[in-house]
């Protein structure tokens, strides 16, 4: 059976097709889409098991958005407490820090 939900407070592309993913691998669901900005969620999934499947799916969501929750708090703390300091000669003597600077931001945002 196939139903289309309006999803709400749904402002990232990304999370979108995060939780599309999450709850395509649900057990009783052929297919679903997420358009972030229809803001609608269409699942295929069997009718028999469709309570079972939506409690499911509320449940990925709400992983999904606390994952994505702990991951933006963790890259406001980076932005917050990284600094850089440009020497008075404006000459870059430790060019080494500041890659690893940059490699830590990088793998941060990428986490």
Known sequence: MKKIYKMQNLDCANCAAKMEA??????????????????????????????????????????????????????????STASLSIPENNSWQNESSLASVYLAAAKAISE
């Open 22 to 79: 999450a709850i395509g691998k649900i057990d009783g669901v052929e297919s679903c889409s997420i358009s972030f900005m229809a803001q609608k969620m269409t699942l295929e999934a069997d009718e028999s098991k469709l309570d079972e499947i939506l409690t499911a799916a509320q449940n990925a969501v709400k992983k999904v958005n606390a994952i994505l929750a702990r991951y933006e708090a963790e890259n406001q703390r980076i932005k």
